[in-house]
């Protein structure tokens, strides 16, 4: 199985403030990466698919890079709906799998 | 707009069965394989068995594989996810979520989920 490890686990921030979330496959996956926001109780959201292409609707401060091994989500200007928990997952091949998880929380 | 509701969960004892449903809406159901994933109390994602537009293509992840049977009825714009030998670990809430009908294997619009409780 590819192995998805995410960093930080955890992170707190200001609003305002621009964050990064970095996602690692144990093999290359090429772009067939999706990230997901999570708010507790509440259904996974989908962000972004692709590595990099936004999903309809979701706002541009949102954004997705990288291929192969090496992702980044970055959150430009933190407003309070953003403080959640960030997935990252990998859909080249089955069995698809998840990152940990990285927990945004509010400074 | 796309909605998904799961249904089915409960609780029950280890070694019991269980079917969750999952009905679909706002789209052409046979557009869009179907997937469902799992969170167990606490935890992190995981995607438990993906099922093609038309049935042709099936897959489980090990942890279920043998156990639960994925299935759909696009007359009835539903997927299905029967589980058979329940254990603790699968205590978890299910969510069914749609792949993107242009784009392979990524999904877009997932449900709420659905409890499901192993216990005796």
């Known amino acids: 199985d590819i192995q998805m490890t995410q960093s930080p686990s955890s992170l707190s921030a200001f609003v305002g403030d621009r964050v990064t979330i970095t996602c690692r496959a144990s093999?290359?996956?090429?772009?067939?990466l999706a990230w997901f926001q999570q708010k507790p109780g509440r259904a996974p959201k989908s962000l972004i698919y692709?590595?990099?292409s936004l999903q309809s609707g979701v706002p541009s401060k949102f954004s997705g890079s990288g291929s192969a091994t090496d992702f980044t989500l970055t959150i430009r200007s933190l407003q309070p709906e953003d403080f959640a928990t960030y997935y990252c997952?990998?859909?080249?091949?089955?069995?698809?799998?998840f990152g940990q998880g990285t927990k945004v929380e509010l400074k | 707009e796309v909605y998904l509701v799961e249904s089915g969960g409960d609780l029950v004892r280890p070694g019991g069965s269980l079917r969750l449903s999952c009905a679909g809406s706002?789209?052409?159901?046979?557009?869009?394989?179907m997937n469902w994933f799992r969170q167990a109390p606490g935890k992190g994602l995981e995607w438990v068995s993906s099922?093609?537009?038309?049935?042709?293509?099936?897959n489980y992840a090990p942890s279920v594989r043998g156990r639960f049977t994925i299935s759909r009825d696009n007359a009835k714009n539903s997927v299905y996810l029967q589980m058979d030998s329940l254990r603790a670990e699968d205590t978890a809430v299910y969510y069914c979520?749609?792949?993107?009908?242009?784009?392979?294997?990524?999904?877009?619009?997932w449900g709420r989920g659905t409890l499901v409780t192993v216990s005796s």
């Open positions: 979520a749609r792949e993107m009908p242009t784009i392979e294997d990524a999904t877009d619009f």
């Open positions: 706002g789209f052409t159901f046979s557009c869009c394989p």
């Open positions: 099922i093609s537009n038309f049935a042709t293509y099936i």
């Open positions: 093999q290359g996956i090429k772009n067939y």
């Open positions: 692709g590595a990099s």
């Open positions: 997952q990998q859909y080249y091949t089955y069995p698809w799998t």
